[in-house]
């Protein structure tokens, strides 16, 4: 398995890696101080195990699972015992293990987080081979004053709700259909829309700034709530 260490104290981060290097087929591919710099690297790399810390400055341990969107397994290290219960309402948590760690322990939490990898590898196997027997879809259909209307996903740049109806604003025209945000979020591909919102589902390549808890795309603002925002900022391919 590949994991990396997320934890602000250098002492904690070389004992979990001095543990990792006594447990076979375990390789610690990156150490991190701090959670931001831990997403930067997940955006670009997949990993099977963090170790995380729950303590740390400005980001939590929470916050940062709050981020990704598909979690690898986490293996929560702590010197903190009052969490365990919230710990485990993440299905990414495997064990929660509190400071100092003993080898006999360190083990035992590694057995249960192969029994997890081991679940995910195989589920992600079928999955590859679904979606292999698909077709992949660009576009969508909707009916307006009877017609049938194709847009392609590309030309999609904000859907608004508006009541009983949703705008679909494109690079040329608007479209209004009676339909939901919900129904019309399940047909679009989540690799390039993301729900930002309460009342908007943006393209995410279509974005040209953003600015407090709001973005822009074409000359339109839109605003993007609380709850929303760490999932499009773990999208967005930081610096």
Do not use: W
């Not at 290290?77 to 360190?106: G, M």
């Amino acid at each position: 398995m590949n994991c990396i260490i997320i934890d602000d104290e250098e002492t904690a981060r070389v004992i979990i890696e001095q543990l990792c290097d006594q447990v076979e087929n375990l390789d610690v591919i990156e150490s991190f101080p701090n959670a931001i710099q831990a997403i930067k690297f997940l955006n670009k790399n997949d990993i099977d195990l963090i170790f995380l810390d729950i303590h740390m400055p400005d980001f939590t341990g929470f916050d940062f699972i709050q981020t990704l969107k598909n979690p690898p397994k986490i293996i929560l290290t702590t010197s903190d015992k009052n969490f365990a219960l919230e710990a485990f309402e993440y299905d990414c948590i495997v064990d929660y293990v509190v400071k100092p760690i003993t080898l006999t322990r360190f083990t035992k939490s590694i057995e249960k987080a192969k029994i997890f990898v081991d679940k995910v590898a195989k589920s992600q196997q079928t999955d590859t081979i679904a979606t292999e027997n698909t077709i992949s879809d660009t576009d969508l259909y909707v009916n307006i004053d009877r017609r049938l209307i194709k847009i392609n996903f590309s030309s999609i740049a904000i859907i608004e709700a508006k009541g009983d109806y949703i705008q679909i604003k494109t690079d040329t025209k608007n479209y209004t259909v009676h339909s939901t945000l919900k129904k019309i979020q399940e047909k679009l591909p989540d690799h390039l829309f993301l729900k930002v919102h309460r009342s908007y589902i943006i393209h995410i390549k279509k974005i040209i700034d953003i600015e407090d808890n709001s973005v822009l795309i074409a000359k339109d603002v839109i605003p993007v709530s609380r709850s929303n925002r760490p999932e499009l900022m773990k999208r967005l391919n930081l610096l």
